[in-house]
């Protein structure tokens, strides 16, 4: 329960069936969604808990790659003609300046993909719109999707809700999660917790994997 959520809030969604454990399974996947500069630099999108979610996000990286689990990323890139613009940009059109070669663009150094990881490219907040995300991640049987990235309560829970729309089981990793406002970070945590996904501490998470 956050700072945000009463207790009352709380018993209602419990008395109406929401929040029931959802049993993670292996394989697992990762997917870390637009751990990229701009939005590390709190002069550009950044902001709130972001740069801890990144360093929170390394040494589960690192664990994954050791594990083997199927690893992606995304990034949010519009064409250099903006002939991509959309509605997205519409309501914040300071995402046109993130191009493919474009420094505020790039995923953070700390978390480089490696050759065997995908990327994956989007203009929109969910990482499965249009993407080839969904069948990358069935063709290595994922089951259970670990979820990263920023931010929570934007391209985070929009791909999360579509993860589980397909049928993956998200965990989200709430402390390698991370919003420019504290607020709907840990409202859109309750929330997830509540209808699409498990969350837990990478810590807890990382015991729980190794459990199965």
Partial sequence: MTDSTSRQDLETYQ????????QLKKPIGLLI???VNGFANPAVFGGGNIADAIKN???????????GWAIAHSRIVFSDN???????????????????????????PELAPQAGELVIRKTVPSAFFCTNLSPWLAHHGVQTLVVAGSVTSGCVR?????AMSWGFRP??????????????????????????????????????????
């Fill in 15 to 22: 008395k109406q069936g929401f929040g029931t454990s959802m």
């Fill in 57 to 67: 996000t390394v040494p589960l990286l690192a664990h994954a790659r050791a594990q």
């Fill in 33 to 35: 969604i637009d751990f």
């Fill in 82 to 108: 903006d002939s991509d613009r959309n509605v997205f940009t519409m309501k914040v059109p300071g995402l046109l300046s993130l191009k493919e070669r474009e420094h505020n663009s790039a995923i953070v």
């Fill in 158 to 162: 929009a791909s999360v809700v579509d």
């Fill in 171 to 212: 965990l989200v990793i709430s402390d390698c999660v991370g919003d420019r406002a504290i607020a709907p970070h840990e409202a859109n945590l309750f929330d997830m917790k509540q209808k699409y996904a498990t969350v837990m501490t990478r810590d807890e998470a990382i015991a729980a994997l190794a459990a199965l």
